[in-house]
Nanobody, 123 residues
């Protein structure tokens, strides 16, 4: 059974950091683009970052997280991570790990979703 399981969410004060991790099981991540998406209350789910399975190149897609978020993957361990620094209240959302067979970091191209993990940034 193909499965993505996120961990590392929680509550943090503005300016703080969190590291999200996603563990894959049931398939080899090497053939997939891996992504992090997020959905804030009342908003559409948006792509935050995707990492190519071909060259491990990471691309940050959400303008308001550039310079603060970084993603990485470890194909040997079948994991992908999202390091989030200088967190802001507007980063509050459910964060989802995703696997895509194509390298287009958009919702409609996601083949597998994790269950999501809540990130809350509040003072």
């Amino acid at each position: 059974q193909l499965q993505l399981v996120e961990s590392g969410g929680g509550s943090v004060q503005p300016g703080g950091s969190l590291r999200l991790s996603c563990a894959a099981s049931g398939f080899n991540l090497h053939h997939y683009t891996l992504g992090w998406f997020r959905q804030a209350p009342g908003k559409e789910r948006e792509g935050v970052s995707c990492i190519s399975g071909i060259n491990n190149r990471s691309t940050i897609y959400a303008d308001n997280v550039k310079g603060r978020f970084a993603s990485s993957r470890d194909n040997a361990k079948n994991t992908v991570a999202l390091q989030m620094n200088s967190l802001r209240p507007e980063d509050t959302a459910v964060y989802y790990c995703a696997a895509l067979r194509v390298g287009v970091c958009k919702n409609q191209y996601v083949n597998y979703w994790g269950q999501g993990t809540q990130v809350t940034v509040s003072s």
